[in-house]
C-alpha cells in the first residue's frame, strides 16, 4: 500500500503527539524564550517530514528524515 498523504505517515503522527506532549509539559514554565524555542523545534519535526513528503524523489524525502534525527 502506498503512502498518498503525509499524514499517513505513522513518524509524523508520533511527531504530532510529541509536540502535544511538549506544549502540555511546558505550559506553566515561565522561560518564555527556553519555551519559545522547545516548542518551535518540536513542531519542526512535522514540518521536516510533511515538507519532504512533497518533494518529487525519495532522495529528497530521506534528507528531511535525516534532519529530523539530528533534533
Request: hydrophobic fraction near 35%; include cysteine.
Amino acid at each position: 500500500m502506498a503512502i498518498k498523504r503525509f499524514e499517513d505517515i505513522l513518524v509524523w503522527q508520533k511527531a504530532q503527539d510529541f509536540s502535544v506532549e511538549i506544549y502540555n509539559y511546558f505550559k506553566n514554565n515561565k522561560d518564555y524564550s527556553f519555551n519559545d524555542q522547545i516548542k518551535r523545534a518540536s513542531i519542526s519535526i512535522s514540518n521536516n517530514i510533511s515538507e519532504g513528503f512533497e518533494r518529487n524523489t525519495n532522495q529528497d524525502f530521506t534528507r528531511f528524515f535525516i534532519l529530523c534525527d539530528g533534533v
